[in-house]
C-alpha cells in the first residue's frame, strides 16, 4: 500500500479495473486530438470536403462521450 492507504500504483479497484479505465479514457482523448487535429488547416482545402472532416470529428466525439458513459456507469459497452 502506498503512503495515502491506497494500493500502490493509483486508485484502487478490484483487478486492476482503475488501470483499464485510465487505458480506455487515454485512448479516448487521444483518438479525439488525432481527429480534431484534421480540422487543421481546413481553411486551405475545398469546401466539398469540409463536411467529411466535421462527420469524422462528429463520430469521433461520438464514441468518446459513448466510452466516457460506459466507463461512468460501468457497463461493459455490450448495450446501445
Known sequence: MGST???AGGE?????SADEATRRVQEA??????CVGGLEGLEDIPVSEHVARFDAVHEAL???LN???ELLSGSSGSGS
Open 5 to 7: 492507504g491506497q494500493p
Open 12 to 16: 484502487p479497484g478490484p483487478g486492476g
Open 29 to 34: 482523448e487521444e483518438a479525439v486530438r488525432r
Open 62 to 64: 461520438t464514441h468518446a
Open 67 to 69: 466510452q466516457a458513459d
